[in-house]
């Protein structure tokens, strides 16, 4: 468990498009892991430890429909940037088909991966559509230390997310090409942040900071029936698009790795050992290439699973094959994003209101410290007199007996809650006001 990969590259060199190439198209984890590495060690750190624990958590106890509420930020510049309603609802609609297996192309799996093909039973209800106008030019900088943080907030031309820890909220946006020396050397389409303090981790290891968790993507990949296009590097055609590539990034958000476990270096070959914590997803020493090779056999060895030699499973969306031949999951991937839904990203799970209005009349909601030992503080800033009540949820959803309700004036309050006796791990404070609900998770060590 070497990496995790989050963005999508393409390289656009047309000299490597020869036919000796070995990697045409590739996945840009290089840039994300040097960032991680270099700015955030602990992530790198930690991203062995939470696969290696999601891999023994073969089964799932809740098999019951699963709701996501979704906000998509478009934050456009140029006029075909400025998506349709239409083809976000589209998107929405790929997400609902392909995580509860309804697309129509499950009829193109191979019979042999009949048996581990999985249904999530995840559900995608769009909250709004948030639109955003701008001059800013959302660029990847290879010696930075995030990934296109501008997008997510308005100060800086994008659009300031909804409260991450009950929205999944996806941004929208022209990526611009990636250049070193002023040369083009690729082009990322999207990126996710895996779950955020799940309790195995060290505290603070996923996005970077708490608002700007979520998934971005090109708006040129957004919807089957997107009208823009992505011309391959080197002439050969345009991509296909049908709505795969935020398929793929909302996997990384809710847990997955790439099917090759993101072995090898800038799209070599790794060396047939790297997993990528799920059992029924045969090894493979590297990724696609955008095509649809169904006789690919990249790691020639029986695969204790199956007790046989699989060839490369080039359907799953977790792969970088062609768009227009993905088409599952397996087993194993449902039951591990579903561990992490009702789990690390069980705040997503709250029943909340269309609208987050809560904003409205409360202007700060925190929890210190975060991690806590023998007691934390909820620090709450009220701006009108405002009936509240908060209480400790366990990350299934369930109240743990404390509980706080009243009439408080305006101005800063604070209500103090003992952790002592609380088992080390992930907790969920929620507060409810006439105008919404707002939920913060609480590690206790």
Not at 147 to 174: F, M, R
């Amino acid at each position: 468990m070497k990496k995790i990969l989050l963005p999508l590259l393409l390289l656009s060199s047309t000299a490597l498009h020869s036919q000796t190439a070995p990697f045409p198209i590739f996945c840009g984890n290089e840039i994300f892991s040097n960032i991680v590495r270099e700015k955030h060690p602990a992530l790198h750190q930690a991203f062995d430890a939470t696969f290696e624990t999601a891999r023994v958590a073969n089964g799932v106890s809740n098999r019951s429909p699963l709701t996501i509420n979704v906000v998509v930020h478009i934050v456009w510049k140029e006029d075909a940037e400025n998506l349709p309603d239409s083809v976000i609802h589209n998107q929405i609609q790929v997400l609902n088909a392909d995580y509860n297996r309804l697309n129509a192309d499950t009829v193109n799996l191979r019979t042999i991966f009949h048996p581990v093909a999985g249904n999530a039973d995840i559900h995608f209800q769009l909250a709004d559509i948030v639109r955003v106008q701008t001059n800013q030019l959302f660029e990847v900088s290879l010696l930075g230390s995030n990934l296109l943080p501008e997008v997510k907030h308005n100060a800086d031309g994008g659009s300031d997310a909804w409260n991450t820890e009950q929205y999944l909220n996806i941004w929208v946006c022209k990526i611009q090409p990636i250049a070193f020396g002023g040369i083009t050397i690729g082009q990322i389409l999207g990126f996710a942040f895996p779950p955020n303090n799940l309790p195995h981790w060290p505290a603070g290891v996923g996005a970077p900071t708490p608002d700007e968790d979520g998934v971005v993507i090109d708006y040129r990949v957004f919807g089957s029936n997107n009208p823009n296009t992505v011309e391959i590097p080197g002439g050969t055609g345009n991509l296909t698009v049908k709505g795969r590539t935020p398929v793929h990034e909302v996997g990384h958000y809710l847990g997955l790795r790439h099917i090759w476990g993101d072995g090898g270096i800038l799209g070599l070959p790794n060396d047939c050992a790297q997993s990528d914590g799920v059992d029924d997803t045969p090894f493979a020493n590297a990724q696609s290439s955008f095509d649809c090779d169904t006789t690919k056999n990249t790691c020639e060895q029986v695969e204790i699973f199956y007790n046989a030699d699989m060839p490369d499973l080039i359907e799953n969306y977790m792969d970088y094959s062609s768009e227009g031949c993905m088409n599952m999951f397996t087993q194993g991937q449902a039951d591990l994003m579903r561990n992490v839904l009702q789990g690390p990203r069980s705040g997503l799970l709250m029943s909340v209101s269309a609208k987050e209005t809560a904003g409205q009349i409360l202007q700060e909601f925190r929890l210190s410290p975060n991690p806590a030992t023998e007691r934390v503080v909820l620090n709450f800033n009220l701006l009108g007199k405002t009936n509240v009540a908060t209480r400790l949820l366990n990350t299934a959803g369930q109240p743990l007996g404390f509980s706080t309700s009243g009439a408080y004036p305006a101005g800063v309050h604070q209500i103090e809650l003992a952790t002592r006796h609380l088992t080390p791990g992930l907790y969920f404070v929620e507060m409810r006001t006439e105008k919404g609900v707002l939920v913060r998770k609480l590690v206790v060590h």
